[in-house]
């Protein structure tokens, strides 16, 4: 996994974003943010490489705050294990 020193003050932004509001896709958090979406998706996929993030496997999302499940139109990320182990001093 890449040193949370080495990642940008953006991408220790999105990891943060996804450690609070849970998985989320590309379109919603660039939203939140009010970044461009490629940029974003760019973001998302160097993150996945370094060890930070991983894809959401299924159909449908069980999303903190929604009533009924979510069915996942997009490519949803959520924090790898070993990058939530890190997080909790944080």
Not at 23 to 37: M, T
Not at 39 to 58: H, S
Request: glycine letters at 6%.
């Amino acid at each position: 996994m890449k040193d949370w020193d080495k990642l940008d003050s953006i991408e220790q932004t999105l990891v943060l974003d996804i450690k609070e509001n849970g998985a989320d896709c590309a379109k919603f958090i660039s939203r939140r943010h009010g970044l461009e979406l490629r940029a974003v998706m760019d973001m998302l996929n160097e993150l996945e490489k370094a060890g930070w993030l991983q894809r959401v496997k299924g159909t449908f999302l069980f999303k903190r705050g929604f009533r009924k499940p979510k069915h996942m139109n997009h490519t949803y990320y959520s924090l790898t294990r070993p990058a939530t182990l890190f997080l909790r001093g944080k």
